[in-house]
């Protein structure tokens, strides 16, 4: 199904993203059912596969295929600017992490569970925008691939997100109503990264890079300190070599 229309790579990157999106509701029902916690090290473990899926995404349909379509300089120039464009929301957008604490512009009168909120959507909407961005093209095949990818890693990433509301002493209705709606930031991403490339065709390389950009930027500054934070590094690295593995013969499958 090489050349896609506009409209159909408006659809199939909206809707692919969605679906990958709710995946995250999928890790989150555990949460409405288990009676224990899930330990850090588990925690730890499942961040560590979703990082290893997200870095061979990254890797082999994003900045890859920018190579080999656009050179090294507009691969280069896009993976800085999408890592760059995400450190700027990271600065400048008032959020909380689970570990971390407050990061951004003090805004006192935001409920800390959307300061929670925003913090997983600034993770999710590169997500999302790579999905979108992968249909670039017509390139159906690498599409599916992402969003297998970004779908795959949501499922333990949503058991995390849960739980880590748990933790931070929500109800666990409201832990996976918040999981849940945090996932549907990734459809918003998945709009906006094909709307680029259908508005913006011959820029596909670039914006290729800049979606490999800005996941390889949430993959090392939010979800590898996470996982090696707890004293369980051996365990979330050997987590992300099997979730890379995985991915790749994922990859190698799918086309």
Avoid: C
């Avoid at 999408?82 to 990061?103: C, N, Q, R, V, Y």
Wanted: glycine share 12%.
């Amino acid at each position: 199904m090489d050349g896609l229309t506009a409209t159909q790579i408006w659809a199939f990157g909206t809707f692919a993203s969605l679906i990958a999106g709710l995946a995250t509701t999928l890790g989150a029902i555990p949460v409405l059912f288990l009676k224990k916690e899930l330990t850090e090290k588990n925690l730890d473990m499942f961040l560590g596969f979703a990082a290893g899926v997200m870095l061979a995404a990254t890797v082999f349909s994003l900045i890859i295929p920018s190579l080999d379509t656009g050179g090294i300089l507009i691969t280069i120039l896009g993976i800085f600017l999408g890592a760059l464009a995400i450190e700027l929301m990271d600065t400048f957008s008032p959020h909380e992490h689970f570990l971390k604490g407050h990061e951004g512009p003090e805004l006192a009168r935001l409920k800390k569970i959307w300061l929670f909120v925003i913090a997983i959507a600034l993770h999710n909407f590169p997500e999302g925008m790579a999905v979108g961005v992968s249909f670039g093209g017509g390139m159906i095949a690498n599409g599916i691939t992402v969003a297998v990818a970004i779908g795959l890693q949501n499922i333990p990433e949503g058991a995390a997100t849960a739980f880590s509301f748990i933790k931070a002493n929500y109800s666990r209705k409201q832990s996976f109503f918040w999981s849940f709606l945090t996932g549907l930031v990734e459809p918003i991403g998945g709009l906006l990264g094909a709307s680029l490339v259908v508005l913006m065709a011959p820029a596909l390389p670039f914006f290729l890079s800049f979606a490999g950009g800005a996941m390889l930027y949430v993959i090392s500054d939010e979800i590898i300190p996470e996982t090696h934070s707890h004293g369980y590094e051996r365990t979330a690295t050997f987590s992300l070599i099997f979730g890379f593995l995985l991915m790749l013969v994922l990859d190698v499958a799918l086309g």
